[in-house]
C-alpha cells in the first residue's frame, strides 16, 4: 500500500473514515447551486440547509460504528436515527445507505476501490437487513409500492416486515439487488459503486483553485445530465426526469457553472419551486465526496 493511503496518516490530514464521511455530506448540502436540492441558497418549505447540516452531525455515532467493523445494518439504523433527530425528516436516508459500507470497507488494509466495496456489501446478512428495515421506523422515506408478491417485504412495514426477511433469508445485498434497476442506490451496491467512483475521480480532476463548493455543484450538474435521476421518476415519472437531464446537458454543453452560473442558477429555482428533487444524483455526489477525501484527492 503507497504511503498516500496509510490509514494512520492521511493525506494532508487527521481526519478518519467517519470523519470524511460527515464531512462529505457537509460538503454536499453545502454546493451551489444544486438544481432541485436544499442548498445553502435554497430550502424546501419544510426542510431546511441547517436540517442537513444537523442530519449530518446526528449520523456521525453510526458512522463511527461502521469504522470500528460493526454489522453494517446496525450502524445503518444508528446513523439514521441519528440523522433523524432533527426537525426536517429524512435529510440524507440514501446518502448513508451508501455512506456506511464505504465506511466500513476503508477497515481493509488496502487502498479504498470497488472490489473491497463489492466484497463489503457482498458480505452482508439477514440481520443487516434487518437493521436496515428498522431504519424506516426513525424516519419517512418515500419508496415505490413493491409487486403483490413482495407486499410482505415492503421497506415501509419498518420492524414489522423482520419475520418476512428472516423466513426467506434476505440479506441486505439482496435487498438491493432486487430494487434495481428502479433505484440507482441500489444500483450502486451490486455494481461495486461504480459512479461512486467515478464522480470521486471528476471531483479529483477539477482546479483545486476553485471553491470546494463550486467544485462540488459542477460535478453534481455532470452527474445530473449523465442518467435521469431515479427520485425523480419515482414521483414524477420518466418523462420529467428526462427533461431535467435534457436541459443539464444543455446548460453544461453551454460551459456549465463557468460560463452560463445564472442560467444554471435559473434552472435549480425552477426545480425547486416545482418540487423537483433529484436526490438520488446528490446520495451519489456525498458518496463520491467521501471517496475523493478518503484517498486525498479532494483539496479544502
Known amino acids: 500500500m503507497s504511503p498516500s493511503h496509510d490509514r494512520t496518516n492521511p493525506p ?61 445494518g446496525a450502524t445503518f439504523e444508528r446513523a439514521v436515527e441519528g440523522m433523524a433527530a432533527q426537525r426536517g425528516g429524512n435529510t440524507q436516508f440514501g446518502s448513508l445507505l451508501l455512506l456506511v459500507p464505504l465506511v466500513a470497507a476503508t477497515r481493509a488494509e488496502r487502498e479504498l476501490d470497488h472490489q473491497t466495496a463489492r466484497s463489503t456489501v457482498e458480505a452482508t446478512t439477514v440481520e443487516d437487513s434487518v437493521g436496515f428495515y428498522r431504519a424506516f421506523d426513525h424516519v419517512d422515506v418515500f419508496v415505490d409500492d413493491p409487486p403483490a408478491d413482495l407486499e410482505p417485504l415492503d421497506a415501509r412495514r419498518g420492524k414489522d416486515a423482520i419475520p418476512a426477511l428472516e423466513e426467506r433469508g434476505i440479506t441486505l445485498y439482496d435487498v438491493m439487488d432486487a430494487s434495481v434497476p428502479g433505484d440507482d442506490v441500489a444500483r450502486e451496491w451490486v455494481t461495486g459503486f461504480e459512479r461512486s467512483f467515478e464522480t470521486a475521480d471528476r471531483l479529483a480532476a477539477l482546479d483545486p483553485a476553485r471553491s470546494a463548493t463550486d467544485r462540488v455543484a459542477s460535478v453534481f450538474l455532470s452527474l445530473l445530465a449523465e442518467r435521469p435521476d431515479t427520485l425523480i421518476e419515482k414521483r414524477h415519472g420518466e418523462t420529467v426526469a428526462a427533461d431535467v437531464t435534457d436541459h443539464a446537458t444543455d446548460l453544461l454543453e453551454s460551459g456549465g457553472l463557468e460560463t452560463v452560473p445564472d442560467r444554471v442558477d435559473a434552472f435549480a429555482a425552477d426545480l425547486v419551486d416545482r418540487g423537483v428533487n433529484p436526490g438520488t444524483t446528490a446520495d451519489i455526489t456525498a458518496a463520491g465526496l467521501f471517496i475523493a477525501l478518503d484517498r486525498g484527492g479532494f483539496d479544502l
Not at 451551489?32 to 456521525?60: I, Y
Open 12 to 72: 494532508d490530514s487527521s481526519r478518519t473514515p467517519a470523519a470524511n464521511a460527515e464531512l462529505a455530506l457537509l460538503l454536499e448540502v453545502a454546493g451551489t447551486p444544486k438544481p432541485g436540492n436544499v442548498d445553502r441558497r435554497r430550502d424546501f418549505p419544510d426542510l431546511r440547509f441547517e436540517h442537513f447540516l444537523a442530519g449530518a452531525v446526528g449520523a456521525r455515532p453510526g458512522l463511527e460504528r461502521a469504522e470500528r467493523g460493526e454489522a453494517i
